[in-house]
């Protein structure tokens, strides 16, 4: 029990607390290449997208042993990866692109992935990263980017790549099984200049 002579003397409030605070400042990132320190934030980014939604068919998230070296075999290989970052260094999105198919004779295609931080989206994020990416991928001298799309809630990653060129090359309905149902891709492709 507490005596009324215990209850501390009602105090105002700080000017901060009482005022209306101030508006927030622009939404703003830098992209730069990824680096091996964000593996485990981006792969916190990765999980929430295998565990709630079927833009990835991956079902369970890999390890981030097995992340790391994903990351350091593409490196090594020249696939381009970018991370968004805040100005408090926060890892908000994140780009990449891996091999298309395993035989040699794909070696200048590629498949991209973009993901992001479900609180960042709708606000330019995605736009600067696939345009990082694609300035990347030309640098490294590919020709093709691949990008394969869920056919289900995919729809601003579908207009998102129309916006940088990809055109769709083809849809295959029922390939991956997720959340007991079935989801079907969209594939579309962007075509880049060869290097001079």
């Not at 607390?17 to 508006?23: H, I, S, W, Y």
């Amino acid at each position: 029990m507490v005596l009324e002579s215990e209850y501390e003397k009602r105090r105002t409030l700080p000017r901060h607390l009482v005022e209306p605070a101030p508006t927030s400042p622009t939404f703003s990132f830098t992209i730069r290449p990824a680096e091996e320190k964000d593996m485990p934030h981006t792969l916190a980014l990765y999980r929430h997208w295998v565990r709630n939604s079927v833009v990835t068919f991956d079902e369970k998230p890999p390890s981030l042993r097995t992340y790391r070296s994903r990351f350091r075999h593409y490196q090594k290989h020249g696939f381009p990866y970018v991370v968004a970052e805040s100005p408090r260094g926060e890892i908000l999105g994140f780009a990449q692109v891996q091999p298309f198919r395993q035989k040699s004779a794909f070696r200048k295609t590629v498949e991209s992935s973009i993901y992001l931080s479900p609180a960042t989206t709708r606000k330019g994020l995605g736009t600067a990263l696939l345009r990082a990416l694609i300035d990347a991928c030309k640098e490294k001298g590919i020709r093709e980017i691949i990008a394969v799309i869920a056919d289900q809630g995919a729809e601003a990653s579908l207009a998102l790549h129309e916006k940088f060129g990809f055109v769709e090359t083809g849809r295959m309905q029922k390939v991956g099984y997720k959340f007991e149902r079935w989801v079907g891709i969209i594939l579309m492709q962007k075509s880049l200049p060869a290097r001079k």
